[in-house]
């Protein structure tokens, strides 16, 4: 009797209209039916719309102003799955029109918003532009964030959110910093900003360790915030630096204006690019060594000019090998020995030996190791060369001082 009563009651209410055993229609306006079609035996719940002639073609039931159309479908052919779609407001009663899919659940379990192929568990995919973009956030006002937990969620607390990716707008423009997060407290908290630990700005710089980077990648200490080593391109407005205009990596000490610093530099053409290396010491940083675009290297002097190391002040070293080709061809029997009587002659003119080169010059450009060591080794060996000869004139003369001798003694007995 209690239910003969309810059926009665809800007669008055909603208007069953039966096809068979397939549709069910209830509700006199903006509808909601339940039908089965049989060309691919789906099932759809349909909200303000009824099938039309063609498979997948719908109708509007209605062309209010505020309404569209919504559903449900249950696939059971190749597309099998179960597709969520939502319409905009008809313009035209009766209008035909193929419903747009909004959210897709795939026989496997894949699901898709804005795609009804996805290729994972879950792929989110909206045209934009002529690309396709997804999207994650709410509206935020300027310095406010929105994030996306990743990691260890504890059932009914919001706490423990201790990963994460979050977004953070900083002008009018709603650009913003992409904040990559990973809270270190052992506590319950959740995270924030605070707990940033890489950053990469609107501008398009990275910070590991600050999230206020001013170059293109900005390492700093995470205990704080000293010694800092910056990779990237200076001579930037409001960079703080004007050497490398060509890019580098700085390392300063708690945000001092005195650091050190390793900066490229362009050649005679763009095709070129050497090394600067920059220290300071009470004062300015300085360059202090040079690598030129074609591999001469210049200690306390920028132009190295030719030579493979310029080293504009003092070396001390515990030893020091240098190449030489030696002065042996002084001892063939085809070398020259230059006559006493002209190198002294060469000497009266020039006032330095023969193949040695005049101080004034060594002032001037300075003198090969290597040259200057076959060259001495050259006068030793003749000097050695006219030792041997002064021997052997000295040997003949005492011979002949004791010949004379014995001769003398003869004369006199």
């Known amino acids: 009797m209690k239910k003969l009563i309810l059926l009665l009651l809800l007669i008055p209410v909603f208007f ?27 099932a759809w719940i349909l909200h303000n719309a009824e099938f039309s002639q063609g498979v997948d073609l719908l109708k509007w039931k209605s062309s209010h102003s505020l309404f569209g159309s919504r559903g449900i479908r249950f696939s059971y052919g190749t597309d099998r799955g179960i597709y969520f779609f939502a319409d905009a407001s008809p313009s035209i009663s009766q209008n035909e029109f193929s419903p747009i899919t909004r959210l897709f659940i795939g026989n496997n379990g894949n699901i898709g918003i804005g795609t009804i192929t996805p290729k994972s568990n879950f792929e989110l995919n909206t045209l934009y532009s002529g690309g396709h973009i997804a999207s994650f956030g709410t509206r935020l006002g300027y310095n406010q964030w929105n994030a996306i937990h990743i990691g260890y969620v504890e059932p009914d607390n919001s706490n423990y959110r ?7 707008r900083v002008d009018v423009h709603a650009r913003g910093k992409l904040h990559f997060i990973n809270d270190i407290d052992e506590g319950s908290s959740s995270f924030d900003l605070n707990d940033s630990k890489m950053v990469i700005s609107e501008n398009g710089n990275i910070g590991i360790g600050t999230t206020n ?4 990648l900005m390492l700093v200490n995470m205990v704080g915030g000293v010694n800092t080593a910056r990779i990237g391109f200076y001579g930037q407005s409001g960079d703080g630096g ?22 490229g530099f362009r050649g005679v053409d763009s095709q070129q690019a050497g090394l600067h290396f920059y220290t300071a010491s009470s004062s300015a940083p300085s360059i202090k060594m040079t690598i030129t675009p074609t591999g001469e290297m210049g200690i306390g002097t920028e132009n190295p000019g030719t030579f493979k190391l310029n080293v504009a002040g003092n070396i001390r070293a515990n030893e020091i090998v240098v190449n030489t080709e030696g002065a042996d061809f002084v001892f063939y029997p085809e070398y020259n020995l230059p006559d006493l009587a002209g190198v002294e002659k060469y000497i009266e003119e020039n006032k330095h ?3 040695v080169p005049p101080a004034s010059e060594m002032q001037t450009d300075g003198m090969s190791v290597s040259e200057m060591q076959t060259t001495l080794l050259q006068k030793i060996e003749e000097i050695t060369l006219y030792l041997i000869d002064l021997k052997k004139e000295n040997s003949e003369l005492r011979n002949e001082l004791q010949q004379l001798k014995l001769e003398n003694k003869k004369q006199t007995e």
Do not use: C
Request: proline share 5%; charged share 20%; hydrophobic share 35%.
């Open 242 to 263: 004007n050497n490398m205009d060509n890019g580098g990596v700085r390392f300063i000490n708690d945000n001092s204006p005195y650091y050190s610093e390793v900066a």
């Open 162 to 168: 201790k990963a994460g990716i979050a977004f953070e």
């Open 353 to 355: 030996l023969p193949d």
């Open 213 to 216: 980077p001013f170059t293109k």
């Open 16 to 42: 069953f209209d039966l096809k068979g055993q397939q549709d069910l229609v209830i509700g006199t306006s903006y509808q909601l039916s339940i039908q089965r079609q049989n060309v691919h035996a789906d």
